[in-house]
């Protein structure tokens, strides 16, 4: 329940951000909502010796339009992400996998770059960012760099986040308008992670499908790319044949372990019904 | 100019007597944040004790240094089981005739065991000492499956008592053996058994959870050293026993101790026993002379503190082949874990298991349980049940089920057809209990209807073939549960806690201008006892229960009861509370017939006055009454107006049920919703309305966690889990189903107001009620049985073997 | 291992300005609950998930275990305690929990109410399905939140200007 010790900052700027965590080092968290770290200190599995807290900084909030790309600052939370008109309008699927996250409380807190930085295969947001092919603005001592997220991930808890960097901004393209969408999460209850959780964005031209992404959360140890089950639904009609193939693709790349949730077997077939049901809702709404 | 006269209709309005749905007077002080609960208890100089546990489900404990700990700033003391040791409180007695180890001595017998207690100036720096302490352990080969406990080869648990071949309740066959209880006439059993054409049986497993209050335990201890007076403000649902034990375990003669249980956030049986953490506070406090307090974290709570049920019982019924049952008998093994620190009457090791032929009228049944030890939390308590009868519902309930199955009757119409009649009250059992009051047929039948039972049938027919035809990909069960559950402990011929009759308590005094107060031996954690027992005081004295005070938890003030748990408060101490008030009432119309000049037998009461009979306007009201205590009573009687009395149940009460739950279930993850949970409830005389559905409601939602996820588990290993709200499954609002509930009324012959109680029967009768619809989905593919608790993954799992998966 | 000072905090609670000399590791939960003697918001668990100790700070249902008290620093807390007026008149919401019986033990209710107040402030009018939605990160052990449903469902009418209708005695 009580924390360890640390000494408190408060930059007001990412840069004096970004120098605070270089000069301290290893020992040293950025705290954005604190609602993944905060817990892990109070149960002393995490016992950082410094936070840097980004709470006061300026400019690291908020979600815009910049032409085509739709801009996340990485300390918006999950609350503001349901509360934008522009994400409803441009990239509803966001909303519908921030509906599911934690419960209310958690949402006012939590932040889209804490859900995406930590490397948690447990968060939704990552997976989402995968689906909508994201890039992530990692600020450092040396500047910023882009990364895209397809390529942040490489196990659980292990990222291409660097010491010293913190992720600043989000941008991905919005989808085509019209598109379909859909985030299907089956959890026991409110606040539970996933036992497998499927992100689907996909476009419909002439009866057919033009485009698909689809992503997969919590079913191995970083979140996935499904790129074949995506291919199975371009230029079908997303028939009961499509779909099965899709699924069928998802899980063989899938590779869930057991826990209290459920045995591997259990995930892999749900993680199935999660991307058929998801596919299904997404081609409903694509106009 | 005078009032006009109220109505009867009003006085009895504002009298707010039994039958109302009374407005709950605590709830002033909880909605505004007021609430008085151990932790908020501040005093001057307050230290704090936190525990240091073990990682280990069972090692020995080869060296503890508390060095760096006792050095580090703050920090006042750290105890291990040697400190204790020249007190003799290293180790403390069970409810249950076991000694517990208070720290751990020697040895390791669970995960998460008490080892040292660390007293520091507050609970930061309490935290970090905890950290510093070392131990060193050696392991040692755990043992998790109580149906190994008694192999040969078993490792040896207890140390302290392996040599030892009787227990408390008899012979032990095994070191690891704890007690075999058994009841009922086994030769009968047997032979109604090879006679029966038709035999059923199963091993029907009620899993390992915890009641799970939202407040954890904690305790402060204030020791004065000068007057040599110990107060304890705890978690309390006993108090007087615990100053009772506290006087026997410390020495500290009986009067100089204080307990008080302030307000209580929830018990469901958690706070029955006494715990480490108490006697740890105590002890701290009566050596520093300081008040010491004590909070656990919910980990610690859910890890090291009593846990419920983990009853493997195999059960089987005797039948003819049209489905009247000849006989039963029951098998028990029951999981202690490390310490039997069950918290029953003494002379019940498996509480009241024997109610287990349940609502049904079975001539002839044999019950044999065997109590182990497993390297596992310590218990178990009775969690919103009374001891052990849900396990006893559950297994009956099931069984009975499984029975029609296997006849291809309707389980709801072979329920019918063995229910103990009306005309049989009161019902001596096959297994020793005499039922006092039951109307089953009426209330099954007022059940069946309300909900629609034979269209829902159909309907589950035709979902069956749809799903056949891939229609649809749900299954849907109907669940049908009948409990009668056995609560108020109880009549001191057979019920004692440690040697003390479990009768209970009640004490009015009545003031001069009209209000009272009255105080009880029972303990409140949100069953609103302050604002019920006003009403039954309201009624029997017509005195306004808004003008009556209710304290209860105060040892020093309250008269001496066992407490509240096993729904035992309206049954027992709620029949003082009547009887007290009659006295009361006896003596106020002595003085009424003083007043008015005219003999007692000429009055007669109404609402809130003694009236001349057949002349109305010649009355006096209780207020005046009230006042003429103090001043006007007729020669030769005391002055005053107060009352006590301890009352001594003649029996059990024996409230009942009728729960129909409705569950569609997704076969591809195996999730279960439930539509409709239909919950009558007979509890005999209902004393608030309001209270008794909040008491469902509340019932019913633990029962759907317990019967849908909740499950404490340890690994191969000795680990456990499940132990933080991470795992442990506690629905929020958006899980939990709306509730139906509805009643019969069926007093209890024996009680003064004939109420039986009611706060536990959801839990009692819910369980089976969510089990049996979710298997009674699968009946039709033969599935006779699924474990709970019914996870998502493990319907699938059971959907999955039928290849109902695609 | 650091052995930071403490630092002396304010924080806007009920509409006063508080201050403690606190750790930077102290919970907001603490401050309120020790230093400032608010013991109204509870403790339930160390995970996250009861809500117990719920509070509104900057218009936000919050969770106080989970934030430091040095994070809050300038912030607007409400508690239980500043949920009534200033004359001692309930809140509605209050009100409304003892009216339709939304509360046995009462140590989930501060934390209940004080997450329904931000609800209703979000969504003046949900429906019973909202309102279940809107409370998922409070557990109750008690009533089954049924009742509290019920509450939440009727404070909403009041706000809104509706009469509330009076159950039954």
């Not at chain 1, 603005?137 to 659980?156: H, I, P, S």
């Not at chain 2, 001057?44 to 240094?65: C, E, N, Q, T, W």
């Not at chain 2, 966690?705 to 132990?723: C, F, K, L, P, R």
């Not at chain 3, 509450?151 to 039954?168: D, L, T």
Request: with cysteine; glycine share 10%; hydrophobic share 40%.
């Amino acid at each position: 329940m009580i924390p360890g010790r640390f000494t408190y900052h408060r930059p007001n700027s990412v840069g004096e951000a970004v120098k605070l965590l270089a000069d301290l080092g290893e020992e040293a968290r950025p705290l954005a909502g604190g609602h993944s770290l905060i817990p892990m200190m109070k149960l002393r599995l995490a016992q950082p010796e410094h936070l840097v807290d980004l709470g006061r900084i300026g400019g690291l909030k908020g979600v815009r339009s910049e032409g085509a790309d739709i801009l996340l600052g990485a300390m918006t939370t999950q609350a503001e992400i349901l509360d934008s008109a522009l994400l409803r309008e441009k990239a509803p699927i966001l909303q519908e996998a921030a509906q599911v996250i934690a419960d209310p409380q958690v949402r006012y807190q939590g932040t889209i770059g804490g859900n995406v930085a930590n490397g948690d295969p447990g968060n939704d947001m990552p997976g989402l960012m995968l689906c909508l092919d994201a890039r992530y603005t990692l600020t450092g001592g040396k500047g910023n760099r882009q990364v895209a997220a397809r390529d942040f991930y490489e196990a659980a808890f292990f990222t291409k986040l660097q010491p010293g960097e913190i992720l600043t901004e989000i941008r991905f393209a919005a989808p085509t308008a019209g598109h379909g969408w859909a985030y299907e999460k089956l959890k026991r209850k409110i606040g539970d992670y996933a036992v497998a959780a499927a992100a689907v964005v996909l476009t419909m031209s002439g009866g057919k499908c033009s485009g698909a992404s689809i992503a997969l959360t919590n079913v191995a140890q970083t979140p996935l790319l499904a790129v074949d089950a995506a291919k199975a639904l371009v230029g079908t009609a997303v028939d009961a044949g499509a779909i099965d193939a899709a699924a069928k693709a998802a899980i063989a790349i899938s590779d869930p372990t057991t826990d209290t949730r459920g045995p591997v077997e259990y995930r892999r077939s749900v993680l199935g019904v999660m991307v058929r049901r998801a596919i299904a809702r997404a081609k409903s709404r694509a106009r | 100019m005078n009032a006009p006269t109220p109505t009867r209709a009003e006085r009895e309005a504002a009298l707010k007597g039994m039958g109302f749905s009374r407005r709950r007077t605590e709830d002033a002080r909880f909605i505004q944040g007021k609430g008085n609960y151990v932790d908020d208890i501040k005093l001057p100089g307050m230290l704090f004790g936190d525990f240091v546990r073990s990682p280990y489900g069972h090692a020995r404990i080869k060296k503890i240094d508390v060095s760096k700990a006792t050095a580090l700033p703050g920090v006042v003391a750290v105890l291990t089981a040697e400190e204790l040791k020249p007190v003799k409180l290293h180790w403390m007695p069970t409810l249950a005739g076991d000694v517990q180890m208070v720290l751990a001595d020697g040895k390791v017998l669970f995960a998460n065991q008490e080892v040292a207690f660390v007293v520091a100036q507050d609970r930061y720096i309490a935290a970090d000492a905890v950290e510093l302490v070392e131990v060193e352990y050696e392991l040692l080969p755990p043992l998790v499956d109580p149906f190994k406990s008694m192999a040969p080869d078993a490792p040896v648990l207890r140390e302290d008592i392996k040599d030892k071949k009787d227990g408390a309740h008899g012979p032990r066959k095994h070191p690891n053996h704890i007690f075999e209880w058994t009841i009922g006439d086994k030769a009968a059993a047997d032979k109604a058994f090879a006679e029966a054409p038709v035999t059923v049986k199963e091993l029907i497993s009620y899993q390992r959870v915890h009641p799970m209050p939202l407040e954890t335990c904690a305790s402060l201890a204030s020791m004065d050293k000068i007057k040599g007076e110990l107060t304890v403000w705890g978690t309390f649902q006993a108090p007087h026993v615990v100053r009772t034990v506290a006087a026997i375990l410390s020495g500290i003669p009986e009067h100089k101790i204080r307990v008080i249980s302030p307000d209580i956030g929830g018990g469901f049986g958690n706070k029955v026993g006494v715990y480490p953490g108490y006697v740890c506070s105590i002890v701290a406090s009566i050596v520093l002379g300081v008040p010491v307090k004590w909070v656990e974290d919910r980990l610690e709570n859910l890890s090291a503190t009593a846990f419920a049920r983990d009853y493997h019982m195999t059960t089987e019924l005797a039948a003819t082949k049209d489905g009247k049952i000849l006989g039963l008998r029951c098998h028990v093994l029951a999981d202690h874990g490390a310490f039997d620190a069950c918290a029953d009457p003494t002379k019940w090791p498996a509480g009241f298991f024997n109610i287990v032929t349940g609502s049904y009228d079975i001539p002839a049944a044999h019950v044999a349980v065997d109590g182990v030890y497993t390297n596992k939390a310590p218990g178990g308590v009775a969690y919103r049940c009374s001891f052990r009868v849900t396990e006893a519902a559950y297994a009956i309930e099931r069984i009975v089920d499984v029975l029609a199955q296997k006849l291809n009757m309707d389980p709801a119409e072979l329920r019918l057809k063995n229910f103990i009649q009306p005309q049989q009250f009161p019902y001596k059992s096959a297994l020793g209990w005499e039922y006092d009051s039951g109307e089953y047929p009426t209330a099954m039948k007022k059940a069946m209807e309300t909900v629609g039972y034979q269209a829902l049938r159909a309907e589950q027919a035709q979902k069956r073939e749809a799903f056949k035809r891939g229609e649809t990909r749900e299954l849907m069960g109907i669940g049908v549960a009948f409990f009668t559950e056995i609560v108020g402990a109880g009549p001191s011929r057979n019920c004692d806690i440690l040697g003390i009759a479990m009768f209970d308590s009640a004490e009015i005094r009545v003031h001069p201008t009209g209000a009272a107060i009255a105080r009880f031996g029972t303990k409140s954690q949100g069953q609103a006892h302050e604002t019920t027992y006003a009403q039954i005081i309201a009624t029997e004295t017509g005195i306004p229960a808004d003008l009556i005070a209710v304290e209860e938890g105060d040892t020093s003030t309250a008269p001496y009861g066992l407490g509240t748990y096993g729904s035992r408060s309206t049954p027992v101490a709620g029949a003082a509370c009547a009887r007290a008030a009659r006295k009361i009432h006896a003596k106020a119309k002595k003085i009424a017939a003083h007043l008015l000049e005219v003999s007692e037998n000429d009055l007669e009461f109404d609402v809130d006055r003694f009236q001349v009979k057949g002349l109305p306007e010649k009355m006096k009201t209780m207020k005046e009454v009230c006042w003429a205590a103090y001043n006007n009573v007729p020669a030769g009687m005391e002055p005053g107006l107060e009352a006590v009395d301890y009352y001594d149940p003649p029996n059990m009460t024996y409230p009942f049920g009728a729960y129909i739950c409705v569950v569609d279930i997704d076969v591809d993850t195996g999730s279960a919703k439930v539509r409709r949970f239909y919950a009558l409830d007979d509890c005999g005389t209902r004393i608030n309305p309001m209270v008794i559905e909040g008491q469902v409601h509340g019932g019913l939602t633990e029962a759907f966690a317990i019967a849908m996820g909740q499950e404490i588990s340890y690994d191969a290993t000795g680990n456990v889990q499940g132990v933080t709200l991470m795992d442990y499954f506690v629905p929020t609002a958006v899980e939990t189903p709306v509730w139906e509930t509805d009643h019969t009324v069926t007093p209890s012959p024996h009680h003064p107001i004939g109420a039986k109680g009611v706060g536990e029967s959801p839990n009692v009768g819910g369980v089976p009620a969510f089990s049996n619809a979710v298997i009674d989905a699968f009946k039709h593919l033969g599935v006779t049985h699924m474990q709970m608790p019914h996870d998502a993954w493990r319907v699938w799992k059971t959907a999955e073997k039928l290849g109902l998966v695609k | 291992m650091s052995n930071p000072a403490k630092t002396r905090v304010t924080i806007n609670v009920n509409g006063k300005d508080m201050s403690a000399e606190v750790e930077p590791r102290t919970l907001l939960i603490h401050f309120l609950r020790e230093n400032l003697n608010l013991t109204g918001p509870h403790i339930g668990c160390e995970t996250t998930h009861c809500g117990a100790c719920t509070v509104d700070l900057d218009g936000r249902s919050v969770k106080s275990c989970t934030l430091f008290a040095v994070q809050a620093e300038g912030s607007k807390v409400v508690t239980i305690e500043g949920m009534a007026a200033a004359d001692g008149s309930l809140h509605p919401l209050q009100a409304a929990f003892a009216e339709h019986h939304g509360l046995q033990c009462g140590f989930c209710t501060p934390g209940m109410i004080t997450r329904a107040y931000r609800l209703l402030q979000e969504n003046p009018t949900p429906t019973d399905e909202e309102i279940r939605f809107g409370i998922a990160g409070n557990i109750c052990r008690c009533t089954g939140y049924q009742n509290i449903v019920k509450a939440i469902r009727s404070a909403a009418q009041v706000m809104a200007g509706q009469p509330r209708k009076e159950a039954a005695e």
